[in-house]
């Protein structure tokens, strides 16, 4: 079965702390992506990974950034944890192109 | 500009009863794909439907089927016979030719089924 995997369902951190999100897939992926899921606003992009070392910002980018060394595995950082970013965080992959989507069972990040 | 509108915010309905959820999009693209996922309350997005924008077949899996009508740029789900397991939240997206490795997103369709 096909799968994306985050490294942790609930993580509670610090004001001020580095935080780091992994997301590994199995599916040979093109794509990569990092939401926050809050109430009332939805999904929204912090910022998504067409291949290797590509990046590009989503629409919430700030307060955050990625890395992805290896086309399975993306990681999402936030280099100085604040209150604001308690959230539920879903990584996603897609093969390529318009492909829908396979999301992993997400993060829920408590900042204190 | 791209959107997706999904006017329901919550609904609630008794088992077995028919349910309709809405989607209305805009884009300006003639090349575009719409889907549809459900979020149940363990929080895990599971996909549904993909349909392109040069197929307005109408589309049925079980008891859920889907009606595309680009003359009102609607895609609606429909659950028929619904069951207490149809619980969860249900987001509408859009993605376009254009920038096809993105998808916009409907704020999402709470939907209650209660016993």
């Known amino acids: 079965d096909v799968k994306v995997t985050q490294s942790s369902r609930y993580l509670v951190k610090r004001t001020g702390e580095k935080v780091f999100l992994e997301c590994v897939q199995d599916m040979d992926h093109e794509n990569m992506f990092w939401y926050r899921q809050d109430p009332g606003l939805g999904l929204r992009l912090i910022y998504f990974s067409y291949d290797v070392k590509m990046k590009e910002k989503g629409d919430i980018p700030e307060g955050y950034s990625v890395s992805r060394e290896k086309k399975e595995r993306f990681s999402l950082i936030l280099e100085s944890a604040s209150t604001n970013q308690t959230s539920m965080y879903l990584c996603?992959?897609?093969?390529?192109?318009?492909?829908?989507?396979?999301f992993g069972s997400g993060t829920r990040l408590t900042v204190v | 500009a791209q959107k997706v509108t999904q006017a329901q915010t919550e609904i609630s309905v008794v088992e077995k009863e028919d349910v309709t959820l809405d989607c209305v999009y805009e884009?300006?693209?003639?090349?575009?794909?719409l889907f549809w996922y459900k979020q149940p309350p363990s929080g895990e997005l599971v996909f549904l439907i993909r349909r392109n924008s040069f197929d307005e077949q109408n589309e049925i899996s079980g008891r859920y089927s889907w009606n595309f009508q680009k003359s009102t740029s609607s895609f609606n789900f429909t659950i028929t016979a619904s069951q207490v397991v149809d619980s969860a939240v249900y987001f509408c997206a859009l993605m376009w030719a254009g920038n096809n490795r993105k998808l916009i997103w409907g704020l999402g369709t709470s939907l209650a089924v209660n016993p």
């Open positions: 884009t300006r693209d003639t090349t575009y794909y």
């Open positions: 996603a992959s897609s093969l390529r192109g318009t492909y829908g989507y396979t």
